[in-house]
């Protein structure tokens, strides 16, 4: 019964907006300070299409990295699981549209539904808008990047936007992700970094290189809003240890 109630379309309808009320309440308490502001401004002042990459744990108030002069539109990429459909509603209670991933239906081909999505994505961002993607998500590794933001980059020519935050008063929950779940009335940053270009042309390797170039940024700008916070400090999945590996 409790079960069928919390997967229900009204319950989960009901719990999308109050979450989005409550955090925009965290953040219109919260003392904000905002920095490499220079990055942001440079690009949504030509606008033109952007990607945005940010870490999964962020999603919470990723709302606040982006300024609502900008002339670009936010959109976030949102699988189509049953996790998916609620925060798809969270996003569109911020005033955030969604192109929504694979088929949650695991007897079809969710390589057409990410080919669906993909070009979904490529015509938002061709039209000036801001496509937002959780470059760990949707289940790690954790804090390593995949190569998802690279190919919409290359494809539309779009420069790569990164940003991370974090909050003073907070509950970082116990999952994959390390999410962070802010709390009102504390102190927060907004960390810009130096935006990444990805060559039409570029090759798998260069792909790998500009992979870890992207992966690195993002980590060194969510270690600093994480100390700027107090901590905890978010680390990043270890790799695999290959060391004994036979070559």
Not at 115 to 124: E, G, N, S, T
Request: hydrophobic share 45%; glycine share 8%.
């Amino acid at each position: 019964m409790v079960k069928r109630l919390t997967r229900s379309a009204p319950f989960q309808i009901a719990v999308a907006w109050l979450l989005a009320r409550y955090m925009q309440l965290c953040a219109a308490t919260t003392r904000w300070e905002y920095r490499g502001r220079d990055h942001i401004d440079a690009l949504t002042e030509r606008g033109d299409g952007i990607v945005a990459a940010f870490w999964h744990s962020r999603i919470a108030l990723s709302f606040m990295a982006w300024p609502r002069s900008a002339p670009q539109k936010p959109a976030m990429l949102i699988s189509r699981s049953k996790e998916g459909d609620f925060i798809a509603r969270f996003a569109r209670h911020l005033d955030i549209a969604t192109v929504r991933g694979s088929s949650r239906n695991r007897r079809k081909d969710k390589a057409k539904g990410g080919v669906a999505a993909f070009r979904d994505m490529d015509r938002w961002v061709d039209d000036g808008n801001c496509m937002g993607l959780t470059i760990d998500g949707p289940r790690g590794p954790r804090q390593r990047a995949t190569m998802g933001a690279l190919r919409l980059a290359k494809a539309t020519g779009a420069p790569i936007m990164i940003f991370s935050w974090s909050v003073t008063n907070k509950h970082v929950a116990k999952s994959w992700d390390r999410f962070i779940l802010p709390l009102p009335f504390g102190r927060g940053v907004v960390v810009w970094g130096e935006s990444i270009v990805v060559p039409v042309d570029a090759s798998v390797q260069e792909m790998e290189r500009l992979r870890l170039v992207l992966e690195d940024r993002l980590n060194a700008i969510t270690l600093e809003a994480d100390r700027a916070c107090g901590g905890p400090i978010s680390e990043p999945e270890p790799l695999p240890d290959t060391a004994g590996a036979v070559s």
